[in-house]
């Protein structure tokens, strides 16, 4: 017997099963992001988790419908603002007359508050750079952009 | 702020990159990196002031301190090499895009850009940083820049020579890695200060005997030190001249002071030179760049590759300064990193102006552009003299100590060659004057000169082989100061 050749987005179960899976991987991303600092896990691993989620969607859906929700644009912003705050944190703790990312001046009252405040932006940063620059990679191979 | 120098001189730009990234549009984003590169310039004179007022500066970053911590630590070597790479960079960033040489449309030259100022982040972050990892790990974005940047040029030869360089470089920083590892392995410390304090009582052990056989042979593919220079003339040759220019005066320079950081910094001079006998090896294998570069570049018919093949040839003469030992050889080497960065930077500017009016950069295409562009030219004789070390130019005052420092050893056959060299040089420089001064010289060609967003960055390069050729005393002066820190360390 021959199956006829169907395209993902035909498929019913696949359909069905990825929409119910995209937002506990979000939330499965987000909570290794924020838990990061108290157990394993922590930017690098939450963006990935949060972008597979992103390229699920890519598959099942279309290439064209995820560039919809995420453009080529929002993807090359997302990753230099990750960099962008990373490198902020560093400097606010010069302006408060730490050394470069020293987050334990962030906090004039409380060192240890300051650390974690220091540390919870600085993994936001590296979450964010690394989603987009997965995204950006899952792109570069599965659609043909013109440069 | 002024205590913040180190940290800032490789913060900026890498804070400026992402910016590059936002501002997206082409003259905004030229004239923030242009300004960013000259912020950058201005911290590492401020640092080499600094360093020759009042001594090694030391940076916690985080507040954590050596050993634990990364420190950024600044002494009369790598302040040196700082400059250098930023001055490099801050005369090379303002010269103008050419669409006949890039892969990718106008709007997205930020994109280029960024790319350039990363790569200026990680070579001046190697050059800074007391910490050995962080060394990879700036190598790491030194290098992943800077294959995308020979990438982006037009040709179709520039993917496959990024992607040869990409590997090569990827096995150079791996070697650097393992290197690494192993010497961490035996002492639990990256910090290089420290390192040097804790080898010395396991120098005995194989692993540490292995680790500098790892660690020579990484950077040496960094540096393409002969027989390891087989990714440079492919990349050179296809990346946009202007990439070409800023690599070829900082990324091997950089790759230079790393090996000589491992060499004098790390397991001090006496291992390398006297137990493991490198003379022995990186002596021959340096004679043989400066004459196999030189011969290779008398008979190219590409202009870039030509230039590629020189610098194998220069970069023959600064190992020969390392391996000399001595404090004239190796200010001769460290003063060279200088003159060559001057001098080749400027040739391959004057190659991308030739390009701006040329269609190809085979040597035939460039027959009378004497006339075409006289000052463009001009300064590609002015140049082509410096690479030959005729005196009044730089190159005459890197040979020169050269040669002092192998006569110090009575190496008169040594001395000898550096001078059989500079003939070589002779031939190649003039093979490209006489196509563009002498062929066809009965032909009417009209004037069609670079434009002067082009020609003054390259002036500055080539003047400044001529002024530092004479001026002597900056230059030489703190590569002389570097070399007898270097050889003060250990002893």
């Not at chain 1, 993807?75 to 962008?84: D, P, R, T, W």
């Not at chain 2, 905004?28 to 310039?41: E, M, N, Q, T």
């Not at chain 2, 030179?273 to 190219?300: D, K, W, Y």
Request: aromatic share 12%; net charge positive; with cysteine.
């Amino acid at each position: 017997m021959k199956i006829p050749l169907m395209r993902m987005r035909e498929k019913l179960v696949v359909r069905v099963v990825s929409r119910f899976f995209i937002p506990f991987i979000l939330l499965f991303g987000l909570y290794v992001q924020f838990h990061g600092d108290f157990g394993p896990g922590g930017g690098f691993q939450a963006g990935v988790i949060f972008t597979s989620g992103f390229v699920l969607y890519g598959l099942v859906f279309g290439l064209e419908n995820l560039q919809r929700v995420v453009p080529w644009r929002v993807v090359e912003s997302g990753a230099s603002l990750g960099l962008l705050l990373y490198g902020c944190v560093g400097i606010a703790s010069l302006f408060l007359n730490g050394n470069f990312l020293d987050y334990k001046v962030l906090d004039p009252h409380d060192a240890m508050h300051g650390l974690h405040l220091g540390i919870l932006l600085i993994e936001l940063g590296v979450g964010l750079t690394v989603s987009a620059s997965m995204l950006a990679i899952f792109y570069a191979f599965a659609g043909r952009r013109t440069a | 702020m002024i205590e913040h120098l180190p940290a800032l001189q490789t913060v900026v730009p890498m804070m400026a990159a992402p910016i590059c990234v936002l501002l997206r549009q082409a003259t905004l984003v030229r004239i923030f990196a242009i300004a960013v590169a000259w912020s950058c310039l201005a911290i590492a004179l401020a640092l080499l002031e600094e360093v020759l007022s009042h001594g090694t500066i030391s940076y916690a970053l985080g507040g954590w301190v050596a050993p634990l911590g990364i420190e950024y630590r600044v002494d009369v070597l790598n302040a040196y090499v700082l400059v250098i790479v930023a001055t490099i960079g801050a005369v090379v960033i303002p010269f103008p895009l050419d669409g006949r040489e890039l892969r990718i449309p106008r709007e997205r030259y930020f994109l280029f850009y960024a790319l350039f100022l990363l790569c200026l982040t990680g070579l001046l972050g190697i050059t800074i940083t007391g910490d050995l990892f962080n060394i990879f790990v700036f190598l790491e974005i030194s290098s992943l820049s800077a294959y995308a940047l020979i990438g982006l040029g037009k040709e179709r030869g520039a993917l496959t020579a990024a992607f040869s360089y990409l590997v090569m470089g990827t096995i150079g920083g791996t070697f650097i890695l393992i290197g690494t590892g192993l010497i961490y392995q035996m002492t639990g410390t990256l910090n290089i200060v420290d390192l040097a304090r804790r080898l010395p009582p396991v120098l005995e052990s194989r692993t540490v005997w292995i680790a500098p056989a790892f660690l020579v042979v990484g950077t040496s593919i960094k540096l393409a030190a002969f027989p390891l220079h087989q990714w440079l003339p492919n990349a050179y040759t296809f990346a946009p001249s202007m990439v070409a220019s800023f690599l070829s005066a900082t990324a091997t320079k950089v790759a230079y002071y790393v090996l000589v950081r491992v060499i004098f910094g790390i397991f001090g001079a006496a291992f390398f030179f006297e137990t493991l006998g490198l003379s022995n090896l990186l002596l021959p294998l340096s004679l043989i760049a400066m004459l196999v570069g030189s011969i290779a570049a008398i008979q190219q018919t590409n202009i870039k590759r030509l230039l590629a093949y020189s610098s194998i040839a220069q970069i023959g003469y600064m190992t020969l300064g390392l391996s000399l030992a001595n404090l004239n050889g190796l200010t001769g080497g460290l003063v060279h990193l200088f003159n060559h960065a001057l001098m080749k930077g400027g040739l391959f500017l004057v190659v991308a102006c030739a390009l701006s009016r040329v269609a190809s950069p085979d040597l035939e295409a460039l027959r009378g552009l004497g006339r075409k562009m006289p000052l463009t030219m001009a300064a590609f004789v002015v140049g082509g003299l410096s690479l030959i070390g005729v005196p009044g130019t730089v190159g005459f005052v890197s040979k020169w100590f050269l040669v002092l420092g192998a006569l110090d050893k009575g190496l008169y056959a040594v001395a000898f060659l550096i001078l059989g060299s500079s003939l070589l040089a002779v031939v190649y420089v003039w093979r490209v004057v006489e196509i563009m001064y002498f062929r066809d010289s009965d032909a009417i060609v009209e004037r069609d000169e670079a434009p002067l967003s082009m020609l003054v960055p390259t002036w500055i390069l080539i003047g400044g082989t001529v002024y530092f050729g004479f001026n002597t005393a900056l230059t030489a002066g703190v590569a002389h100061t570097a070399a007898q820190f270097l050889l003060s360390l250990g002893s």
